[in-house]
T-cell receptor, first 112, second 115 residues
Framework: DQQVKQNSPSLSVQEGRISILNCDYT??????FLWYKKYPAEGPTFLIS?????DKNEDGRFTVFLNKSAKHLSLHIVPSQPGDSAVYFC???????????FGKGTRLHILP | DAGVIQSPRHEVTEMGQEVTLRCKPI?????LFWYRQTMMRGLELLIY????????DSGMPEDRFSAKMPNASFSTLKIQPSEPRDSAVYFC?????????????FGPGTRLLVL
């Protein structure tokens, strides 16, 4: 049973527009959420995170929104750039747990 | 810093053969994680170590899989005997402290194909 779900396997967005990647989770014990980005033939790299005490965290073009009541988070990329084309993994962990649970990933294509 | 180093980058083997994947974590990091990525299951944690000690191996699929960390700079993941369903990309990651809040740095992965 997937505790972290990314229901869109892929997403195409025009360069310069906003990219919105969605993630749902089922475990109410999760209190820390992360996004990782992965290019082909490379390992995932950390992008941005958010604690459950917040509902928004921003870092440059990247913003993560957390809706605890809906058990939903999203990653917004504005404006989208060609270098943003990659697979994005949503991940979560529970308090005092060392493990990160990853979703299956969403492949983002930025169109010229 | 060279980052997390994994070898080999690619491995093709036949069913029943032993496979050994290797990982060198970032110097000074004391937590090490082994993950497997497949299309069906995404990125799964197999096992992780803290200060060379296995902490949680609940993600290891079965007894055919084993992992060791003999010292702070080296870890192996062994599959014996290998099966076609083990085909996947295997990632090693390290972090500076135990805990999911610590940023994990991933290696480039080993792409394993079992025929």
């Amino acid at each position: 049973d997937q505790q972290v779900k990314q229901n869109s396997p892929s997403l195409s967005v025009q360069e310069g527009r906003i990219s919105i990647l969605n993630c749902d989770y089922t475990n109410s014990m999760f209190d820390y959420f992360l996004w990782y980005k992965k290019y082909p033939a490379e390992g995932p790299t950390f992008l941005i995170s958010i604690s459950s005490i917040k509902d928004k965290n921003e870092d440059g073009r990247f913003t993560v929104f957390l809706n605890k009541s809906a058990k939903h988070l999203s990653l917004h990329i504005v404006p989208s750039q060609p270098g943003d084309s990659a697979v994005y993994f949503c991940a979560a962990s529970a308090h005092r747990d060392d493990k990160i649970i990853f979703g299956k990933g969403t492949r983002l294509h930025i169109l010229p | 810093d060279a980052g997390v180093i994994q070898s080999p980058r690619h491995e093709v083997t036949e069913m029943g053969q032993e496979v050994t994947l290797r990982c060198k974590p970032i110097s000074g990091h004391n937590s090490l994680f082994w993950y497997r990525q497949t299309m069906m299951r995404g990125l799964e944690l197999l096992i992780y170590f803290n200060n060379n000690v296995p902490i949680d191996d609940s993600g290891m699929p079965e007894d055919r899989f084993s992992a060791k960390m003999p010292n702070a700079s080296f870890s192996t993941l062994k599959i014996q005997p290998s099966e076609p369903r083990d085909s996947a990309v295997y990632f090693c990651a390290s972090s500076s402290r135990q805990g999911a809040r610590e940023t994990q740095y991933f290696g480039p992965g080993t792409r394993l194909l079992v025929l």
